[in-house]
């Protein structure tokens, strides 16, 4: 799959959030500048649907029905006003209305067998059942889809994007679906090479040169978009994070499973830390 066609087919769950809304406001910038298609997805969930959450409270099965029908009303009309939405924008989109005790295990099934190219989710996915903490269901899917997953943080325009390299495959792959963004939307590019300090360090001659190595790949599949290139020392995820925040940036792009070190694999990937803790929406390339 090329980089454009990373935009083509867009998943967007759908709930009553905050960050909902801005998840299908970047849906429909992006399904406007690359003709994409648009399917919206709401998961029904709540407490009474697991057996064991049912057998402790002990209601009669005409309750049960009701709340059934009270939540399956309710994530109707949250489908009907994101129907509305995209239309009203001028977006042709289809959408599906699901019944799951696990939210992000049905969006991730549906990633994987839908005509999906990207997910776009808001950074705090709303869900009636207690057992999914706000923020679980995103984080979930960010880390388990199959395809590129964006995590809007807030209301955005796509005008400068911070790029993380480290050489990996993914990083590579980052860097392509960030110029091809950078060309629709007229945007600049930081591309950005961390060298991790820590027992494994290289010499500092020698990473330096690898820093310069991959920052020339980097370069090199530019293709005309304005960039300028950024060497840094230190904790990758802390580096990125600063950088983001203090910068102009609207969108973190990188590999969801960059080139690993012995800290990170016990500490966790660099882009699970970016996109949990980022205030910068976060596009994570597979």
Request: glycine letters at 6%; proline letters at 3%; charged letters at 25%.
């Amino acid at each position: 799959m090329s980089a454009e066609d990373c935009f083509k087919n867009i998943l967007v769950p759908v709930d009553s959030s905050t960050s909902c809304l801005y998840a299908k406001q970047l849906a429909v910038l992006i399904a406007k500048n690359f003709d994409s298609r648009v399917k919206a997805v709401h998961v029904v969930s709540h407490d009474f649907m697991h057996p064991e959450f049912k057998a402790h409270h002990n209601l009669p099965p005409l309750v049960l029905t009701e709340l059934d029908r009270v939540y399956l009303e309710a994530g109707k009309k949250i489908l009907r006003q994101a129907e509305g939405f995209f239309i009203h924008e001028g977006i042709s989109v289809e959408s599906e209305l699901v019944k799951s005790e696990d939210p992000a295990e049905t969006i991730l099934q549906m990633s994987s067998k839908e005509p999906c190219s990207l997910v776009i989710i808001g950074n705090r996915a709303k869900t009636q059942s207690k057992r999914y903490e706000l923020g679980s269901v995103t984080e979930k899917v960010s880390r388990y889809s199959s395809c590129p997953v964006l995590i809007t943080k807030g209301k955005m325009n796509i005008r400068h994007l911070l790029v993380a390299v480290d050489g990996s495959k993914q990083a590579i792959k980052a860097v392509d679906y960030a110029v091809a963004l950078a060309k629709r939307f007229k945007a600049r590019i930081t591309l950005l090479h961390v060298e991790e300090a820590g027992l494994f360090k290289l010499k500092p001659d020698v990473a330096k040169r690898v820093g310069e190595e991959i920052l020339l790949e980097a370069e090199s599949r530019m293709n005309g978009v304005t960039f300028v290139k950024k060497m840094k020392t230190g904790t990758p995820s802390e580096i990125i994070l600063k950088m983001a925040w203090l910068g102009d940036f609207d969108l973190i792009v990188m590999g969801s499973r960059g080139i690993s070190s012995i800290k990170r694999f016990l500490l966790g990937s660099v882009s699970a830390d970016v996109s949990m803790h980022a205030r910068r929406s976060v596009l994570l390339i597979r």
